[in-house]
């Protein structure tokens, strides 16, 4: 037990000493609270507007596709070291883990994951008849019974003709 005593007293001396820290801190330490010290304070900027909008979600998707690529690299790297040592079983892995991640990559260049411009809304022609509006469409629940039917229930009732 006797040489474990220098470790029991250096670690009472560390905790008076954080403890007297505290206590000196508070009694010694000036209080002028100012606007500017209660204020946030980050990198020297002061915050003078509302923080912007979220950011879009493609900007996590490109992230995430680095994420992705970084990863293949990181598998590549080992393998390029041992080519010679894995033989064909190590090619036929690589080409098949190669081939799904530029399988995936040409789905997002296909969704437009990558494109920045503004959305292109895509219309089949024919898919949607010019006469679905809302009022054809959806039924109003809880009107049935009253006196007074709003105009887009009627124009649903009557089927679109009096709007």
Same mark, same amino acid.
């Given at each position: 037990?006797?040489?474990?005593?220098?470790?029991?007293?250096?670690?009472?001396?560390?905790?008076?000493?954080?403890?007297?820290?505290?206590?000196?801190?508070?009694?010694?330490?000036? !209080?002028?609270?100012?606007?500017?010290?209660?204020?946030?304070?980050?990198?020297?900027?002061?915050?003078? $507007?509302?923080?912007? $909008?979220?950011?879009?979600? $493609?900007?996590?998707?490109?992230?995430?596709?680095?994420?992705?690529?970084?990863?293949?690299?990181?598998?590549?790297?080992?393998?390029?070291?041992?080519?010679?040592?894995?033989?064909?079983?190590?090619?036929?892995?690589?080409?098949?883990?190669?081939?799904?991640?530029?399988?995936?990559?040409?789905?997002?260049?296909?969704?437009?994951?990558?494109?920045?411009?503004?959305?292109? !809304?895509?219309?089949?022609?024919?898919?949607?008849?010019?006469?679905?509006?809302?009022?054809?469409?959806? !039924?109003?629940?809880?009107?049935?019974? !009253?006196? $007074?039917?709003?105009?887009?229930?009627?124009?649903?009732?009557?089927?679109?003709?009096?709007?």
């Amino acid at each position: 037990m006797g040489q474990y005593l220098p470790i029991f007293v250096l670690l009472v001396l560390a905790v008076l000493f954080g403890a007297g820290s505290f206590v000196a801190s508070k009694l010694l330490a000036p !209080r002028l609270p100012t606007s500017a010290k209660l204020g946030p304070y980050e990198c020297g900027i002061e915050p003078s $507007r509302e923080p912007p $909008r979220r950011f879009s979600v $493609r900007f996590y998707l490109v992230a995430m596709i680095f994420i992705v690529f970084d990863v293949e690299v990181m598998f590549l790297f080992p393998f390029s070291t041992v080519v010679d040592e894995v033989g064909l079983f190590g090619l036929v892995a690589v080409l098949i883990f190669s081939v799904a991640l530029f399988e995936s990559f040409l789905y997002l260049l296909g969704n437009g994951a990558l494109e920045w411009g503004p959305v292109v !809304r895509k219309v089949i022609p024919g898919a949607v008849a010019p006469s679905r509006t809302a009022a054809t469409t959806v !039924r109003r629940v809880g009107t049935e019974g !009253r006196g $007074r039917v709003p105009a887009m229930a009627r124009a649903a009732d009557d089927g679109g003709a009096a709007a």
